[in-house]
């Protein structure tokens, strides 16, 4: 486990542990971490049906929209909050935030998706990257933790700094909402790394707000969004479970 302490720090010592850092953030937030973010679209797939989304231009708009007004900030913000309150060894409002979090969610299967996702992360996290306490924290919670809240737990158990954790958070996010999309609409693999580029300051400033949001400030304005995820449920043809 990273631990900082008041004692000062050789540069030695501070290169390690922001190299440690790195290297966590980069595997746990890696497509290739085992969590099962390639089978969810987050409602992604009934927009392409629906004709919402049909190009580079209507995708980067939709994402933007998720990211700075939907659900991508309200899972920044709840991060944030759990990542405070494992820190602080706060378990009764770590608690408060994961039963929150899970209360935001807009649909069966963004439920199924976020859940999973958090299981499954703190599952590998446990079972690969263990830190002491970590079992505690997550069973101080009433409610299995949705994706965000378990990413924020795990950082804050390593030690791993809030903004880049938030940051990559956001990235891994934003990435697989473009993944499911190359394949729905599709795109090819330049034009999707061009709607990344797209959302490069959108990303920023969701990360911005969202370290400086409370809880009561988390809310969205998305509601496409959301009746997608729900139509979704029901769509007659699907690659996605969500």
Same mark, same amino acid.
């Given at each position: 486990?990273?631990?900082?302490?008041?004692?000062?720090?050789?540069?030695?010592? @501070?290169?390690?542990?922001?190299?440690?850092?790195?290297?966590? +953030?980069?595997?746990?937030?890696?497509?290739?971490?085992? $969590?099962?973010?390639?089978?969810?679209?987050?409602?992604?797939?009934?927009?392409?049906?629906?004709?919402?989304?049909?190009?580079?231009?209507?995708?980067?708009?939709?994402?933007?929209?998720?990211?700075?007004?939907?659900?991508?900030?309200?899972?920044?913000?709840?991060?944030?909050?759990?990542?405070?309150?494992?820190?602080?060894?706060?378990?009764?409002?770590?608690?408060?935030?994961?039963?929150?979090?899970?209360?935001?969610?807009?649909?069966?299967?963004?439920?199924?998706?976020?859940?999973?996702?958090?299981?499954?992360?703190?599952?590998?996290?446990?079972?690969?990257?263990?830190?002491?306490?970590?079992?505690?924290?997550?069973?101080?919670?009433?409610?299995?933790?949705?994706?965000?809240?378990?990413?924020?737990?795990?950082?804050?158990?390593?030690?791993?700094? @809030? =903004?880049?954790?938030?940051?990559? #958070? +956001?990235?891994? +996010?934003?990435?697989?909402?473009?993944?499911?999309?190359?394949?729905?609409?599709?795109?090819?693999?330049?034009?999707?790394?061009?709607?990344?580029?797209? @959302?490069? =300051?959108?990303?920023?400033?969701?990360?911005?707000?969202?370290?400086?949001?409370?809880?009561?400030? $988390?809310?969205?304005?998305? #509601?496409?969004?959301?009746?997608?995820?729900?139509?979704?449920?029901?769509?007659?043809?699907?690659?996605?479970?969500?």
């Amino acid at each position: 486990m990273l631990m900082t302490t008041n004692e000062p720090v050789a540069a030695r010592d @501070l290169a390690e542990r922001e190299a440690a850092a790195l290297y966590r +953030l980069m595997t746990w937030l890696s497509p290739a971490f085992p $969590v099962g973010g390639f089978s969810y679209s987050s409602g992604i797939e009934w927009a392409v049906e629906a004709g919402d989304i049909t190009d580079t231009a209507t995708l980067a708009d939709w994402l933007d929209s998720m990211l700075r007004d939907g659900s991508g900030f309200c899972d920044a913000t709840f991060l944030v909050h759990a990542y405070r309150a494992t820190e602080a060894g706060e378990g009764d409002t770590l608690s408060d935030i994961a039963e929150l979090a899970a209360a935001f969610v807009s649909s069966r299967e963004r439920q199924l998706e976020t859940t999973s996702q958090g299981r499954a992360f703190i599952d590998i996290a446990r079972a690969a990257w263990d830190a002491d306490g970590l079992d505690g924290m997550v069973a101080a919670c009433r409610t299995p933790l949705v994706y965000p809240v378990a990413v924020g737990v795990v950082a804050a158990m390593h030690g791993v700094p @809030l =903004a880049p954790t938030l940051h990559a #958070f +956001l990235h891994a +996010l934003v990435s697989n909402w473009v993944s499911a999309a190359s394949r729905l609409i599709p795109l090819g693999q330049t034009d999707s790394q061009r709607v990344l580029v797209k @959302l490069e =300051a959108a990303v920023a400033a969701t990360a911005n707000r969202a370290l400086n949001a409370t809880l009561d400030d $988390v809310g969205g304005t998305t #509601f496409r969004a959301d009746l997608a995820s729900l139509r979704h449920e029901t769509q007659y043809t699907r690659l996605f479970r969500s």
